[in-house]
């Protein structure tokens, strides 16, 4: 009981970058800050980007950092016949991200990460976003969250 009272105390921030690998690495360096000041973050990529990275860095990659978690949303593309692809139809995916394809998937999850009768995460309490992935304005106002919204690609940290 103790644990989860813990982890009701942290806030829940949700991080989802644009699936494109530069958009990642920069959405990265904002959640780990965030999560070294006592945050709590669940980092939201596509399957598609999910399986690469690791894949890249291997499938335990992911494992034993506390309070930082990584999930994955369907990217409404057809998975590739070819699961050592590492491209996809940027102009779908794009299309996809425009249309809200996205939303969907990305409610359930939220949905999933505010279950109850999960012990383990505290309620979200904000997303932070990529400013191409609009649809997570649209989910933010639906569960009355608050939202912060940029363009990754020209964020930047420097530190001593």
Same mark, same amino acid.
């Given at each position: 009981?103790?644990?989860?009272?813990?982890?009701? &105390?942290?806030?829940?921030?949700?991080?989802?970058?644009s699936?494109?690998?530069?958009?990642?690495?920069?959405?990265?360096?904002?959640?780990? %800050?965030?999560?070294?000041?006592?945050?709590?973050?669940?980092?939201?990529?596509?399957?598609?980007?999910?399986?690469?990275?690791?894949?890249?860095?291997?499938?335990?990659?992911?494992?034993?950092?506390?309070?930082?978690?990584?999930?994955?949303?369907?990217?409404?593309?057809?998975?590739?016949? *070819?699961?050592?692809?590492? @491209?996809?139809?940027?102009? &779908?995916?794009?299309e996809?991200?425009?249309?809200?394809?996205?939303l969907?998937?990305?409610?359930? %999850?939220?949905?999933?990460?505010? *279950?109850?009768?999960?012990?383990?995460?505290?309620?979200? &309490?904000?997303?932070?976003?990529?400013?191409?992935?609009?649809? @997570?304005? @649209?989910?933010?106002?639906?569960?009355?969250?608050?939202?912060?919204?940029?363009?990754?690609?020209? %964020?930047?940290?420097?530190?001593?």
């Amino acid at each position: 009981m103790e644990s989860k009272a813990k982890a009701c &105390s942290k806030v829940h921030a949700v991080c989802i970058p644009s699936p494109l690998k530069s958009h990642i690495k920069a959405m990265l360096q904002p959640a780990k %800050l965030l999560h070294h000041k006592g945050f709590h973050i669940t980092f939201v990529n596509t399957e598609f980007n999910h399986r690469c990275f690791l894949k890249s860095r291997g499938h335990h990659s992911l494992d034993g950092l506390p309070n930082f978690r990584f999930e994955a949303i369907p990217d409404g593309l057809s998975a590739s016949s *070819d699961e050592s692809s590492t @491209t996809q139809d940027m102009y &779908s995916l794009c299309e996809n991200i425009i249309n809200n394809v996205l939303l969907q998937p990305f409610l359930d %999850l939220l949905a999933k990460l505010n *279950d109850s009768s999960n012990n383990v995460n505290p309620a979200v &309490s904000c997303i932070i976003s990529d400013g191409f992935m609009a649809f @997570t304005i @649209t989910a933010a106002q639906r569960l009355e969250l608050p939202i912060a919204s940029f363009f990754t690609i020209r %964020l930047q940290f420097q530190g001593t």
